[in-house]
C-alpha cells in the first residue's frame, strides 16, 4: 500500500491549488487528492445553478502559480476585454475555469468519498466509503463550504445549492429566498428562463465590491488580526464580512430587473415555508408553486461530514462560527491541516474564498518544501 505523504481531502478550487502548490514545492512528495468528483466540478455546479458570469473576486486571485498568470493566459488565450470586468477586471467564469483547468495539473486522483479518519504512528488513516484505506503523513481537509443552509421552517425547501438542484421547465411562480449575490443572481436567471419570479429578501439590495474587507488583504487590517488573540478573531471576522451584499454588476442587473417588473420583489421576514408558499413573520403569504432557497452555507460542520466526525473523534475545537482553533501551519491536530472558510482564525475573512486558497498553498507548500529539505 502507498504511504503518502500528502493526502488532500476535496479537489474543488481549494484542495486543487494546494494539491498544485505542495507539487510545485516538493516534486518527489507522494500526494494524492480524494473526492468521488472530478476536479472543481462542485464550484462548477454551484456557479451553474445560480447563473453566475462573472467571478466577484478580482483577477488577482485564480488558481495560477505566478501573480499574473491569468492576465497572462487571458492575452495568449485570446480572450477580450469582456472577460475582464470592472475596475477590479474580474474575470469570467470560462476565462477563470480555462485558466483553472491549464494550471493546476493533473495529481493523482481517488475517485472516493473519504469516511473516517484515524490516527496512526507518524501519521493518519483515511477510510474510504467503499472500506479501502489510505495512509499518509498530512491529511488536508479541503472538503468545501458545507451543507446548504436552511432556515428553521424551511427545513424541507430546496436550494439552489443542493447537488441534485434543477430549474427545470418554466410553470409554477417561483420566491426565491435570500437577498445576497446568490439570490440576486439565481433570481434573475430563472426570470431570463421564463418564470414567474418573486424575490424574498429580508434588505434591500445592498451594493459592495467584496464580500469582505479588502483591507485583510494588506497589513493595516492584517497585523492587528495576527496580533489579536484568537477569541477576539471570531469577532474581527464577523465584522470584516458582508454577507448579503451585491457587486455593482449584480446590483444594477437586479435592480433593474425590479423596476422593470421582470421580478417581483418582496421584503419580510420569512417564517415558515407552506403548502401553498411562504408565511411572512407578519402574517402575509406569498403564494407560489416552488419556493427555493438562496441562502448561503451552514457555517458549522455538519455532524455526518468528515470534518464534523473528525470534530468529534479528535474533540478539535471550534468557534461560535464554526471556524476551527488551528495553528500557524493551518493544523487542527498534529499533520491534519485545514482548508478553506473553517480555517478563518488563520488565513482571515476571505479564507473561503479563492484568495484564501492561495493563502493555504503557500503556508502548505512551505511545509512541504521544508519536509523535502529535511529528507
Ligand atoms: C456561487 C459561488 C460563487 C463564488 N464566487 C467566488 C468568487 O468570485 N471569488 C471567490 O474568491 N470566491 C467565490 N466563492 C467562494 C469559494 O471560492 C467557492 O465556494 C469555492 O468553490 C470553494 O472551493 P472549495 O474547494 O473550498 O470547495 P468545493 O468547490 O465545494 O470543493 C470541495 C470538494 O470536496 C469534496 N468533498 C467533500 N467531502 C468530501 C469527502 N468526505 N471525501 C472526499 N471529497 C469530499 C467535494 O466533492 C468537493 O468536490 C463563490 C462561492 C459560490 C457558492
Redesign the pocket.
Known sequence: MTEYDWLI????????FIAASIARAAREARLAV????PA????RA??AA?G?RY???SNA?HLGARADSLRRFARAAGYDGTHALGYYR?PSLALFDEHAAAELGAPAHVP????RLTRRHGGWRVELDDGDTLTARRVVL????GRPYRPAGFEHAEHV?DPDFELGDPGAATVIVGGG??GAQFALRAAEAGRRTCWLTRHRPVRADFDSDPCYAGPRCLAPFVNAPPARRTQMLADARLPGTLPPDIHGAITAALAARRVAWRRGEPERLTPSGVLLADGRLIHAGRVILATG?AHRPDPN??LGRAVADFDLALDPAGHLYIDAELAAAPGLHI???PASLQLRP?A??????RLAGRVLAAIARHAAAAA
Open positions: 481531502i476535496g479537489g474543488g478550487p481549494h484542495g486543487r480524494v473526492d468521488p468528483l472543481l466540478a462542485a464550484w454551484r456557479a445560480c453566475m467571478l466577484r473576486s486571485h474580474r472516493r468519498r473519504a469516511h479541503a472538503t468545501g463550504p445549492f449575490i446568490t452555507f461530514s468528515l482548508a478553506g472558510r476571505m473561503g474564498n479563492i484568495k484564501g486558497a
